[in-house]
C-alpha cells in the first residue's frame, strides 16, 4: 500500500456518491412536497388545470435523476483501496457534492415557484408562460451541478 493510496481512500467515493443521490432527492422531494400544496389549492378552484399544474412536480422529479446518475457512475467506479486512490476519492466526493447541492437548491426553487405559479396560474392564466420560463430558470441549477460532477468524474 502506497502513501496515495490508503485503505480509507473509498469511503470518501462512497460518500460522494451518497451525497449526489441524498442532497438531489432531498431537493427533488421538497421540490415536488411544495408545488403538491400548491396544486391542491389550485385544484379546489380549477380541477381542469391539475394537468397543467403538474409540470413543476415532474421537473423536480428530474433533479432526483440527476443525482442518482452521477451516484451510479461513482459507484461504478469503486474499488478496494490499493487500486482506488486518495485522489479518486476526492474527485468522486466532490463530483457528489456537486450535483447534490445544486440539486437540493434547484428543487427549494422549483417547489417555491411552483407553489406560487400554480396558485396564480388559477387566478391569471396568462401567468402560465412565465411560470414555466422560472421553473427552467431554477431547473437549471440542478443540471449545471450535473455538469460539474461529470466533468470532475471523467478526471
Known amino acids: 500500500m502506497s502513501e496515495t493510496s490508503p485503505v480509507y481512500s473509498p469511503f470518501f467515493g462512497v460518500m460522494g456518491s451518497a451525497a449526489a443521490i441524498i442532497f438531489s432527492c432531498l431537493g427533488a422531494a421538497y421540490g415536488t412536497a411544495k408545488s403538491g400544496t400548491g396544486i391542491a389549492a389550485m385544484a379546489i378552484m380549477k380541477p381542469e388545470l391539475i394537468m397543467k399544474a403538474i409540470i413543476p412536480v415532474v421537473m423536480a422529479g428530474i433533479i432526483a435523476i440527476y443525482g442518482l446518475v452521477v451516484a451510479i457512475l461513482i459507484a461504478?467506479?469503486?474499488e478496494p483501496s490499493p487500486k482506488y486512490t486518495l485522489y479518486?476519492?476526492?474527485i468522486h466526493l466532490g463530483a457528489g457534492l456537486a450535483v447534490g447541492f445544486s440539486g437540493l437548491a434547484a428543487g427549494f426553487a422549483?417547489?417555491?415557484?411552483?407553489?406560487?405559479g400554480v396558485r396564480g396560474v388559477a387566478q391569471?392564466?396568462?401567468l402560465f408562460v412565465g411560470m414555466i420560463?422560472?421553473?427552467?430558470f431554477a431547473?437549471?441549477?440542478g443540471l449545471y451541478g450535473l455538469i460539474v460532477a461529470v466533468y470532475l468524474y471523467a478526471k
Request: glycine content about 18%.
Open 76 to 78: 461504478g467506479k469503486l
Open 88 to 90: 479518486d476519492g476526492f
Open 110 to 116: 422549483i417547489g417555491i415557484v411552483g407553489d406560487c
Open 124 to 126: 391569471q392564466p396568462r
Open 133 to 136: 420560463l422560472i421553473l427552467i
Open 139 to 141: 431547473e437549471v441549477l
